[in-house]
């Protein structure tokens, strides 16, 4: 079974500033995707980046980026200069192959952007 | 068609009382989600359709919890004699079949079961 593992259950940045969130998992597939989704309080989930295993170039949205290390099964997530409306849970999760192809969660790490 | 739709956003309930739960997809997309979460916890998933057909679901989806998704439309899930450990987030979301493809997530509707 694929487990998905955050270790930080709480970050703070300044407003500007550059902030890495950390995500490992395991698996024993070989082709996967791996997605990092934001949920701000009281608001909807929604997705911030997305990663195909067999990609070997890091994917990047505007200020979000990943750091996509296969053989160490990490994905962090990288944010470049913080704003405010990015205080919000966020969870690493890996998309299961195959079937249903139901995302595993991993337990959220809480970002704060302080002014 | 704006996004996935939860209703209701909040349902409070004595245990031991069932409780229903609504979502709407967006239209085009033929696959369907229902997953839990609890405080402190990411999302995990209860049961997924297809379509009409309900094609898995989870061990964490006891006898207790049924779901539904009448015609490939809508879906509901509903929850018989409601416990205490049943108060939690429960969240939709609905995508297309296709490989990648991302899923997009409703509001939620949070359960408080007292």
């Known amino acids: 079974a694929q487990t998905v593992t955050q270790s930080q259950p709480e970050m703070s940045v300044q407003e500007a500033e550059t902030v890495t969130l950390s995500c490992t998992y395991d698996t024993s597939e070989s082709n996967y995707y791996l997605f990092w989704y934001k949920q701000p309080p009281s608001r909807q989930m929604i997705l911030v980046i997305r990663q195909e295993a067999y990609k070997q170039q890091n994917a990047t949205e505007n200020r979000f980026s990943v750091n996509f290390q296969k053989a160490a099964k990490s994905f962090s997530l990288k944010i470049s200069d913080s704003q405010l409306g990015d205080t919000a849970m966020y969870f690493c999760?890996?998309?299961?192959?195959?079937?249903?192809?139901?995302?595993?969660f991993g337990k959220g790490t809480k970002l704060t952007v302080n002014p | 068609d704006t996004g996935v739709s939860q209703n209701p956003r909040h349902k409070i309930t004595k245990r031991g009382q069932n409780v229903t739960f609504r979502c709407d997809p967006i239209s085009e997309h033929n696959r369907l989600y229902w997953y839990r979460q609890t405080l402190g916890q990411g999302p995990e998933f209860l049961t997924y359709f297809q379509n009409e057909a309900q094609l898995e679901k989870s061990r964490l989806l006891s006898d207790r919890f049924s779901a539904e998704r009448p015609k490939g439309s809508f879906s509901t899930l509903e929850i018989q004699r409601t416990e205490q450990g049943d108060s939690a987030m429960y969240l939709c979301?609905?995508?297309?079949?296709?490989?990648?493809?991302?899923?997009?997530f409703g509001q939620g509707t949070r359960l408080t079961v007292v």
């Open positions: 979301a609905s995508s297309l079949r296709t490989l990648n493809t991302e899923a997009f």
């Open positions: 999760a890996f998309l299961t192959q195959g079937g249903s192809e139901k995302l595993v």
